[in-house]
């Protein structure tokens, strides 16, 4: 019997928890992928085009394109986060020649020509650092925010607290103006942000369970989750490390594994001390409403999904 296919794009900045999500993606019949957007964010943006093909040779999917993105936010400074990722971004994972080259042509007209170029709705996308690229297209092409489906957002933060701020998620910090864009466009995303990743914690039991798989794919992720475990424990103060970026895959692949609430978000682009902070207001009215916040995750059911997807890979 055929798997029903969703068209997805993959906007990222790989990074560990990125890499991840992107085996997750790669192992799953049910997502056609049309495209690899990359962008600056937890490495600059040429380690993060590299990371993202060699992660594609590991996953043995060269056939699909990687197209590199935006080398700087909107309108901030580039923020690195290369101390929770290594100097490569790919933890321990050996980088070695990452194979067929990037496609040609920016991410931002990728995107656009994907989404422009299919029936409205029919392109959905996981979001898995800056909105650099999502939000320049917004930018580029302001009907593009009412063809996309499904944006899943891996973003934010509201009663867990900030990451990289006392108040403020990396993603978000690392180019507010971005994030304010989408969240005015009418895109209607979905958010799992630290509320939400925070619930899934990458165990050394569920880490076993990969490694015990033995394919390619289960192997690199248990190398690069037991990194991020190693830097939860020098830098966070804990045992096991939030599985962030996976839960964007894992929303597309499983919504019923997340519980979400409508709610107004806005980003604050001004303040110095609070910037990218998310205001999530579950109290708006419905017209204010501009996406779905995560308040919950089933960690069991997004391990168990890793687990099973990675295990035929």
Request: proline share 8%.
């Amino acid at each position: 019997m055929a798997v029903a296919r969703r068209t997805v794009i993959i906007d990222g900045d790989p990074g560990v928890d990125d890499a991840v999500a992107l085996l997750l993606a790669f192992a799953s019949p049910e997502l056609d992928i049309a495209a690899i957007t990359t962008v600056a964010g937890n490495v600059p943006a040429v380690l993060t085009a590299r990371n993202a093909r060699v992660i594609r040779r590991i996953a043995g999917r060269e056939d699909v394109p990687v197209h590199a993105g935006c080398v700087h936010p909107v309108m901030r400074d580039p923020v690195k986060a290369d101390h929770f990722h290594g100097p490569s971004g790919l933890g321990d994972l050996p980088v070695d020649d990452p194979g067929a080259p990037l496609a040609p042509g920016h991410a931002v007209d990728a995107l656009i020509e994907v989404v422009m170029g299919r029936p409205p709705r029919a392109v959905d996308m996981a979001v898995m650092g800056p909105m650099t690229n999502l939000a320049l297209a917004i930018r580029l092409q302001p009907a593009l925010a009412g063809r996309l489906g499904t944006v899943a957002v891996m973003g934010g933060a509201r009663s867990e607290g900030g990451n990289i701020t006392a108040t403020a998620e990396y993603n978000i910090h690392a180019d507010p103006h971005a994030a304010d864009i989408v969240l005015r466009s009418g895109v209607r995303p979905v958010l799992l942000g630290l509320d939400c990743t925070h619930q899934v914690r990458a165990t050394e039991a569920r880490i076993g369970d990969l490694e015990a798989l033995g394919t390619p794919s289960a192997l690199a992720a248990a190398s690069l989750l037991r990194f991020s475990n190693r830097i939860e424990r020098a830098v966070g103060g804990g045992e096991a490390a939030p599985l962030h970026d996976p839960c964007t895959v894992a929303y597309l692949l499983a919504p019923e594994l997340f519980e979400t609430r409508p709610c107004r978000i806005d980003v604050e682009t001004a303040s110095p001390m609070t910037l990218g902070c998310t205001a999530v207001e579950f109290r708006a009215e419905p017209a204010q409403v501009n996406a779905l916040w995560a308040v919950k995750a089933d960690a069991e059911g997004v391990f168990a999904l890793l687990t099973e997807r990675l295990g035929a890979s």
